[in-house]
C-alpha cells in the first residue's frame, strides 16, 4: 500500500465538507469537556486545597481514572450511557480531571503566606480570599492545566468513534475497518493529520487564552 | 451587599483617631509545646499613642500583636479596643478597622496600585467614587503621584515605593488603630530612615493609635512614644518612653539590649534647640551648617564628619541663631556621659 499523494488531495478536494465537519464536532467535544472539567476540575480544587486527607484522595482518584485505558473505559461508559456524544463526553471529561484538579490545588496553595495573612488581616473572609486573591493569582497554573487536559483530550477523542462518538476518529476508524480498499489510507491518514493539526492549533490558541484572561500584574 | 455591623463594631469604627487597647493577662500557649509563646501579657495602649514592642526574634512580640487582630487567637486573656471585647466580635469585619502592615507588605500582585488600596472600602460597601476619591488622597498622603501609580501593578515599584503602598493600603478605611510588623524591616537603611520619617510626620498628624513591632532598637527609640522592652514569651522587662529607658534601665537585659552608645542614642531625642547654643561668631565659616529642626545626633555627626570645634545652627529663614560645639551638646546629656568622646 503506498501514499498516494495526488489520491490524498483529491480526497481532501470531494470531502472537505466532511472533514471541516469532523474538526469541528472534535473541537466541540473537546472544548465542551474541558469546560465541564474546569468547572468540576476547579471547585473540588477549592474544597480540597487546604485538607492534606482530601487533598490527597482526589488526587490519586483523578490519577487512577486517567490510567484506565481510553478504549477500556468507553467499553465500561457503554452500557450505561449508550453511544455517541454522552459516553465520549464522560470520558473526556474523567481524563481532564486529573491535570486540572492538580494545577489548582499547587496554585491555590502557592500563594505566598504573607498575602494570604494581609488578605485575612485587611478583614477578607477565608471565602473572600479564595475568590478575590488566591484564585485570580492560581488562574495561569490552572490554564496550564486545562492546556495539558487539551492536548489529552484531543487524542483520546480520536478514539471515541469506538461509541460512535462525534469527531475525526470516525475518519480513522472507517480506514482502519476498510483496510485493503482504495481511500482506507486516505481516511485514517485524513483523521490522524486533522487530529494534529487540531492539537496544534488549540495549543497556539491557550497562548492567547493565558495573556487575554491573565492580570497583567501577574505576567513575567 | 455588606451586613450591617454590630453596635460595638460602629463604636470602634465611628473614630478615626485614637481608640484606647487593653491587654490583660494575654496568654498564647500552642499545643504540644512545652512553653507559652505569650504569657501573662497585660498593657495599656492611651488612645493616640505610638508603642513599640521590641525584642529579639523569636520573643513573642509579633505573636503578641497578631493576637489584637485575631490572626492568631490567644489562648486566655483578654483583649479590648475602647473598652470593647475583641474576641466577641467578627474576626473578619473587627479586621476591617484594624490597619495592618506586615514586613513582607504582601500586597496582591494581580491587582493595580489603586485595587490595592481600595481593598478594605470595597469590603466595607464604599461607592466607586468615594474609594477613588480616598486612593488618590492616600497616594499623595504617601508620596506617590496618583496619576503616575494608581494603573501600575506591585511588580513595578521599587521595595520603598512598595512599602508607602502597603502603608497606604492600611489607613484607606481610616482605622482608629494600626498594628505594623517590623513594616520598613525589608528595606535598605536610606530608604528605612526616609521612610520612618515620612511615617512619624503622617502619625503626627493622624493620630492612630498604634502597636509597632521591631527587633531594632534604634528605630524603636525613633519612633516610639513609649517602648516595652520584651524578653522570652513576651515577658515586659520595661516599659516607658525612649529618654527614660535610655537614661535608667530597669535591668540588666534592658541594658545589654540596649547594647552601647545609649548616649548617642539619646541624642537621636533631643532637638538641637535644648542645647545652650553658644554666639554665632563662635562658628568658623563652612558650608556645613546645622538647623534648628535637626536633632542632637545629627548635629554631633556633623560636628564629627567636619572635624570643626563648633556648627553654626540655622533657623528656617537661615538665620544664624547661634553655633554648636561638642562640648556644648555633653553639657545637654550632664554629667552621666563621661564616655561620650571615645564612643564618638
Known amino acids: 500500500m503506498n501514499l498516494d499523494l495526488n489520491g490524498l488531495l483529491t480526497f481532501w478536494a470531494r470531502r472537505w465538507d466532511d472533514i471541516l465537519e469532523l474538526l469541528g464536532e472534535h473541537l466541540t467535544v473537546v472544548t465542551l469537556s474541558l469546560v465541564i472539567a474546569l468547572v468540576i476540575g476547579v471547585g473540588v480544587g477549592m474544597l480540597v486545597w487546604d485538607k492534606p486527607m482530601h487533598r490527597s484522595l482526589v488526587i490519586a482518584a483523578a490519577g487512577v481514572a486517567l490510567t484506565i485505558p481510553s478504549l477500556a473505559l468507553l467499553a465500561l461508559l457503554l452500557p450505561i450511557f449508550g453511544l455517541g456524544w454522552t459516553p465520549t463526553v464522560i470520558a473526556l471529561v474523567m481524563y481532564s480531571l486529573l491535570p486540572i484538579v492538580r494545577n489548582t490545588v499547587v496554585g491555590l496553595r502557592e500563594v505566598p503566606p504573607a498575602i494570604m495573612e494581609s488578605a485575612l488581616g485587611m478583614g477578607m473572609t477565608p471565602f473572600t480570599v479564595l475568590l478575590r486573591v488566591q484564585l485570580p493569582m492560581a488562574w495561569p497554573i490552572i490554564l496550564t492545566g486545562v492546556r495539558v487536559a487539551a492536548q489529552l483530550t484531543i487524542g483520546v477523542a480520536a478514539i471515541a468513534a469506538y461509541v460512535a462518538g462525534p469527531g475525526l476518529g470516525q475518519f480513522i476508524f472507517q480506514g482502519l475497518s476498510s483496510l485493503g480498499s482504495k481511500n482506507a489510507l486516505n481516511f485514517a491518514l485524513t483523521g490522524t493529520l486533522g487530529v494534529v493539526f487540531l492539537a496544534l492549533v488549540v495549543d497556539a490558541a491557550f497562548v492567547g487564552i493565558t495573556r487575554i484572561t491573565t492580570s497583567r500584574g501577574l505576567r513575567a | ?344
Open chain 2, 1 to 344: 451587599m455588606p451586613k450591617q455591623p454590630n453596635t460595638a463594631l460602629l463604636q470602634i469604627s465611628g473614630k478615626t483617631s485614637g481608640a484606647l487597647i487593653e491587654l490583660n493577662s494575654v496568654t498564647k500557649q500552642y499545643p504540644n509545646q512545652p512553653v507559652a509563646a505569650v504569657e501573662n501579657f497585660s498593657v495599656t495602649v492611651q488612645p493616640g499613642e505610638l508603642i513599640m514592642l521590641v525584642g529579639p526574634s523569636g520573643c513573642g512580640k509579633t505573636t503578641t500583636m497578631k493576637m489584637i487582630n485575631r490572626i492568631i487567637e490567644p489562648t486566655s486573656g483578654s483583649i479590648s479596643i475602647d473598652g470593647r471585647d475583641v474576641l466577641s466580635l467578627n474576626p473578619s469585619e473587627l479586621r476591617r478597622h484594624i490597619g495592618y502592615v506586615i514586613q513582607q507588605i504582601g500586597l496582591f500582585p494581580h491587582m493595580t496600585i489603586a485595587e490595592n488600596i481600595g481593598v478594605v472600602p470595597k469590603l466595607l460597601g464604599w461607592s466607586k467614587e468615594k474609594t477613588n476619591d480616598r486612593v488618590d488622597e492616600l497616594l499623595t498622603t504617601v508620596g506617590l503621584e496618583p496619576g503616575d501609580f494608581a494603573l501600575r501593578y506591585p511588580k513595578q515599584l521599587s521595595g520603598g515605593q512598595q512599602q508607602r503602598v502597603g502603608v497606604a493600603r492600611a489607613l484607606a478605611a481610616d482605622p482608629p488603630v494600626m498594628l505594623m510588623d517590623e513594616p520598613f524591616g525589608a528595606t535598605d537603611p536610606i530608604t528605612r530612615e526616609k521612610l520612618q520619617a515620612e511615617f512619624l510626620r503622617l502619625q503626627a498628624s493622624m493620630g492612630k493609635t498604634i502597636i509597632f513591632v521591631t527587633h531594632d532598637f534604634d528605630e524603636a527609640v525613633r519612633l516610639g512614644d513609649r517602648i516595652a522592652v520584651l524578653s522570652n514569651r513576651s515577658r515586659i522587662e520595661q516599659f516607658d518612653t525612649p529618654a527614660n529607658i535610655l537614661t535608667n534601665p530597669a535591668n540588666d537585659y534592658v541594658s545589654s539590649f540596649i547594647g552601647l552608645g545609649t548616649a548617642i542614642k539619646r541624642l537621636v531625642l533631643i532637638p538641637v534647640t535644648e542645647a545652650r547654643l553658644g554666639p554665632a561668631s563662635a562658628a568658623p565659616a563652612s558650608a556645613t551648617t546645622v538647623r534648628t529642626t535637626d536633632s542632637l545626633r545629627d548635629a554631633l555627626d556633623s560636628l564629627v564628619l567636619t572635624g570643626l570645634p563648633a556648627l553654626a545652627v540655622l533657623d528656617e529663614h537661615n538665620q544664624g541663631v547661634g553655633s554648636i560645639s561638642v562640648d556644648r551638646i555633653s553639657a545637654v546629656l550632664g554629667a552621666e556621659v563621661p564616655t561620650l568622646g571615645s564612643e564618638a
